[in-house]
């Protein structure tokens, strides 16, 4: 059985990955943990104690190969292949997120995107056709979809939850200003931008 | 001097408030740690031992009074007054969260809006018109704005931190896919879907 890693190590392994990425954009090929804490306002001593949790990935002395440690992180996060994801409302947020160029090399695709509204069902919003979220469950069944992410308003997302965890999904996204409660193995995060300022305004005078 | 509260315990107050702040919608008059964390799915222990950092809220037996707890919560996060708020970026991401609703009641009015691009400029959108960025700092300095959001393509965002720093912003909630690098007493907090979508992957087959 693997060891449990905490959930706070997890969280910045996307964050490592994505300077990594940028790194090899700009044509890098080799790093340190000092040099990556830097970027990420990060000490070095962090970033090599949640990487030595996974493995040995540099040399001592050498630091680290970018392009070789952006694969294996990568792995760790099984974003090495491509995971389907659907978008449910296709309001401004879902409509941003449909837009949003910066899943394509991170693992992601957008697959679908629904609404109930019949003024939006079946308008085209760059690559998509918006679907009508009442054949969202068959659909994202069909299409064994595990990710999704919820952009509906805080009334109907624990509906639209519901039914997304009938359809299989396992990891939900979740955009709408309200707390969403699925069953056990299925992963929730929220994104919920006062949530956020608010965890600012904390330290502010 | 007051005691350091780690910023994770932080993190979870903009949770409850918005939790609380339902539950008073619902008409409700008193809560339980009980309740909160079944609505939460965080166990009751830890929300007791989280608001017991800041004092005494509830009585043994009686539960919280849920109106009296969201004000004390309120005045903790320093969201007891409105924190006027400015956008940097009128593509899609930045006009959905200047038309999002979901500000008003939580602390925060979004007061202006920016974007670089004379097709914007000027332009009407909801109850904004888009201002030039190249009077920003000057209008964020004269408003004296201390919180943005940045929804600026990711070449752009360290370019608009800085001048958003030196027109004395203190918090940004940062949009761009990058990492933003500040002086010491600006916090910065970061949305990318990538990132968060990244963090669940982990735990998937």
Known sequence: ??????????????????????????????????????????????????????????????????????????????????????????????????????????????????DNAPSRIGQRHGDFTIKDSATMKEEIRAAGIKMAMIAVPAAYAQAVADQLVEAGVKAILNYAPVNLNVPLGVRVLNIDPSIHLQRMTYYLE
Chains 1, 2 share one sequence.
């Not at 000490?43 to 990487?51: E, F, G």
């Not at 996060?77 to 309001?91: E, F, P, Q, T």
């Open 1 to 114: 059985m693997p060891k449990q890693i905490p959930d706070i190590v997890i969280g910045r392994l996307p964050v490592y990955l994505r300077a990594l990425q940028q790194m090899a954009q700009e044509g890098r090929q080799v790093t340190s943990s000092q040099e990556l804490g830097e970027r990420l306002g990060i000490s070095a001593a962090q970033i090599r104690k949640d990487l030595s949790q996974f493995g040995e990935f540099g040399k001592q002395g050498t630091g680290y190969n970018i392009e070789y440690l952006a694969d294996q992180v990568r792995e760790i996060l099984n974003v090495n292949k491509v995971w389907d994801v659907a978008i449910v409302g296709a309001g401004d947020i879902g409509r941003a997120l449909a837009g949003y160029n910066g899943f394509n090399e991170r693992g992601f695709r957008i697959k679908m995107i629904f």
